[in-house]
T-cell receptor, first 116, second 113 residues
Framework: GAVVSQHPSRVICKSGTSVKIECRSL??????MFWYRQFPKQSLMLMAT?????????EQGVEKDKFLINHASLTLSTLTVTSAHPEDSSFYIC????????????FGDGTRLSIL | DQQVKQNSPSLSVQEGRISILNCDYT??????FLWYKKYPAEGPTFLIS?????DKNEDGRFTVFLNKSAKHLSLHIVPSQPGDSAVYFC????????????FGTGTRLQVTL
């Protein structure tokens, strides 16, 4: 099955630091990838759709300048949390695939971000 | 506005019995539905899906039922095994909307010995 790799799995850093999270599709090309965020005991909320070679599409309420997305190749999308603050602490998950008719998205293992 | 709802936050089932997880949705434009299983600190793992043109899809121990008129779907796991203990999310998608998934809030399944 499709494999999506996400790195790092956990980040702990000081307030004000920028953090980059990578999402790779390992055995298929992904023109579209998705970034989700999950707060404790809540559902996964879509943050943005990452499009290879073009600008990302952000969901309502998600700050574009805060969450920078780059999708420079067909197998890699990155999410950078700029000047992170404690309220940005969360579980970030990427997914890829699912762009064909009735095809499921496959998810990475997520990144636990903790801002001190 | 929660378009996909899982009203049971938790469910406990004895090993060997059937687990039934329920999901309701409000958006009639959804035409593809998926179930994912999630362990703590991991990403969701795809389990099974169903298109709106069907009312049932089966894969091994997992069966998903779709009732479009009631905007309701359910996941049946039989027989339940301890390794099935996890959080289960249902998700819905509308074809042609850049494949955006809308997730439910999840149901934590505990399979006891």
């Amino acid at each position: 099955g499709a494999v999506v790799s996400q790195h790092p799995s956990r980040v702990i850093c000081k307030s004000g630091t920028s953090v980059k999270i990578e999402c790779r599709s390992l055995d298929f090309q992904a023109t579209t990838m998705f970034w989700y965020r999950q707060f404790p005991k809540q559902s996964l909320m879509l943050m943005a759709t990452s499009n290879e070679g073009s600008k990302a599409t952000y969901e309502q309420g998600v700050e574009k300048d805060k969450f920078l997305i780059n999708h420079a190749s067909l197998t890699l999308s990155t999410l950078t949390v700029t000047s992170a603050h404690p309220e940005d602490s969360s579980f970030y998950i990427c997914s890829a695939g699912g762009t064909g008719v009735n095809q499921p998205q496959h998810f990475g293992d997520g990144t636990r971000l903790s801002i001190l | 506005d929660q378009q996909v709802k899982q009203n049971s936050p938790s469910l406990s089932v004895q090993e060997g019995r059937i687990s039934i997880l329920n999901c309701d949705y409000t958006n009639s434009m959804f035409d593809y539905f998926l179930w994912y299983k999630k362990y703590p600190a991991e990403g969701p793992t795809f389990l099974i899906s169903i298109s709106s043109i069907k009312d049932k899809n089966e894969d091994g121990r997992f069966t998903v039922f779709l009732n479009k008129s009631a905007k309701h779907l359910s996941l049946h796991i039989v027989p339940s095994q301890p390794g099935d203990s996890a959080v289960y999310f249902c998700a819905a998608q509308t074809t042609g909307t850049a494949s955006k998934l809308t997730f439910g809030t999840g149901t934590r399944l505990q399979v006891t010995l």
